[in-house]
């Protein structure tokens, strides 16, 4: 059974920077996506980044230049270093771990907020 732990939030200033950090056990990651999403209030849950095993990542346009995903895999964590923070990324950020090449959803974390706020 998939588990993923968020942890990293909190309150920034704008142009501030935060770092996220994700847990997953439970399986074999090297066959998963492991990647961010984020939900804002009143907004739909939006894909952030992403990253396979061999190292592609994807990025929405949104965050290009300002956050870097990166991969540990011997301790299978998942990181959103995310720099230069503005308000429009405040957001619950949740973590995914997804079979590549698979349509289903994946698995969730329970996310962590993270608030950008002068």
């Known amino acids: 059974q998939v588990q993923l732990v968020e942890s990293g939030g909190g309150l920034v200033q704008p142009g501030g920077s935060l770092s996220l950090s994700c847990a997953a056990s439970?399986?074999?990651?090297?066959?998963?996506?492991l990647g961010w999403y984020r939900q804002a209030p009143g907004k739909q849950c939006e894909f952030v980044a992403s990253?396979?095993?061999?190292?592609?990542?994807d990025y929405a346009d949104s965050v290009k230049g300002r956050f870097t995903i990166s991969r540990d895999s011997p301790k299978n964590t998942v990181n959103l270093q995310m720099n230069n923070l503005k308000p429009e990324d405040t957001a619950f950020y949740y973590c995914?771990?997804?079979?590549?090449?698979?349509?289903?959803?994946?698995?969730w974390g329970q996310g962590t907020q993270v608030t950008v706020s002068s």
């Open positions: 995914n771990a997804k079979l590549q090449f698979s349509t289903a959803p994946g698995e």
């Open positions: 439970g399986s074999d990651f090297r066959f998963y996506v």
């Open positions: 990253m396979t095993h061999e190292g592609g990542r």
